[in-house]
């Protein structure tokens, strides 16, 4: 067994066939072949489906640890070209879109100023489908909604944030700075849809103020109920960094201290532990968050939940 044969396999699964694999590799598609094939012998089993259905349950189990072998290779390659002072190489994050909006520009540039041979790859998505990439090796670190319950994980909690309304200045809402949850349902809304983690954050504070809110239309998408709020459509219920204060318009921000704050948090892998470049990518993160929180209403750093940190 050696890292040809196993890159070959992630390859596969990366990009769905021998052909794309070889185009990703630079090889030709007979050298990803045989690399498969001495593999396949080598362990006893069927790693490749060859009709067509992808990787074989077996596959998949060698996929896992073939993933982290590569994120090790990389990490040493990582570590040793970031002895000293420059630290240099891939740094793999995940963020959730909401957070992304807010944090990653001024992270980037901090990056760039800071850590100029970092080469940042971030990737957006949700908790539930960034953490599983994280635990498989696609991943360096994650930027996710706490709490996530992996024993795997090493989690740095970043910030706390509220959960506002943002509605279209011409709405009854807008003149109010704070509003109750039994107000809020005298009007219509945009909420997320049932069964989605936002929304059973905003059920369990409405249950327990024994009030019901109107859904005017339910959207899954965090940034797109921000969005339609902010032109017009209605009022919304979102964490507030999903509208950075540099973004503007004739909105409003309301706030609703009945429902609960949301914690936000770093991240990543016990073991491998994380190369150089994430390590230097979390202390430009916290950093930044420590220099701008104060600008952006509804974010907290004193306030984090107990059960985030572990």
Same mark, same amino acid.
């Given at each position: 067994?050696?890292? #040809? ?23 030709? @598609? $007979? ?21 067509? #259905?992808?990787?074989?349950? %077996? ?5 896992? #640890?073939?993933?982290?072998? @590569? =994120? ?55 908790? $539930? ?15 996710? /909604? ?7 994980? =090493?989690? !740095? ?13 011409? /709405?009854?809402?807008?003149?109010? $700075? ?52 902010? %032109? ?17 318009? %004739?909105?409003?921000?309301?706030? !609703?201290?009945?429902?609960?704050? #949301?914690?936000?948090?770093?991240? @990543? ?42």
């Amino acid at each position: 067994m050696d890292l #040809r044969q196993l890159s070959a396999l992630v390859a596969i699964a990366d990009h769905g066939s021998f052909s794309a694999a070889a185009k990703a590799l630079y090889t030709v @598609q $007979s050298n990803v072949s045989g690399h498969i094939s001495r593999l396949e012998r080598e362990l006893g089993v069927t790693l490749i489906d060859r009709t067509g #259905r992808g990787l074989t349950n %077996e596959g998949m189990m060698v996929l896992e #640890r073939a993933r982290r072998i @590569q =994120r090790e290779f990389e990490g040493i390659a990582a570590d040793i070209a970031s002895l000293g002072t420059t630290v240099a190489g891939d740094a793999r994050i995940g963020v959730i879109g909401t957070t992304a909006r807010w944090l990653m520009p001024l992270v980037l540039r901090a990056l760039g100023r800071d850590h100029p041979l970092v080469h940042a790859i971030l990737a957006e998505g949700t908790t $539930s489908n960034l953490v599983p990439r994280l635990l498989s090796g696609a991943l360096d670190a994650a930027i996710v /909604h706490l709490p996530v319950d992996e024993p795997e994980l =090493r989690v !740095v909690p970043l910030f706390a944030e509220d959960l506002v309304v943002i509605t279209p200045a011409d /709405h009854p809402l807008a003149t109010v $700075s704070e509003v109750s949850l039994r107000t809020l349902s005298a009007y219509p809304l945009l909420l997320p849809p049932h069964g989605t983690a936002l929304r059973r954050v905003i059920d369990r504070a409405v249950h327990t103020a024994g009030v019901t809110l109107i859904a005017q239309a339910e959207i899954d998408g965090v940034r797109l109920l921000a969005s339609l709020a902010q %032109e017009g459509f209605g009022p919304t219920i979102v964490p507030t960094t999903t509208v950075p204060i540099w973004v503007t318009g %004739e909105f409003r921000r309301v706030a !609703v201290p009945e429902l609960p704050r #949301r914690v936000v948090g770093w991240v @990543q892998s016990r073991r491998p532990a994380a190369a150089a470049p994430a390590k230097a990518t979390l202390d430009v993160l916290r950093n930044v968050i420590a220099e701008h929180a104060a600008e952006q209403p509804g974010v907290y750093l004193d306030e984090l939940i107990p059960l985030a940190t572990r």
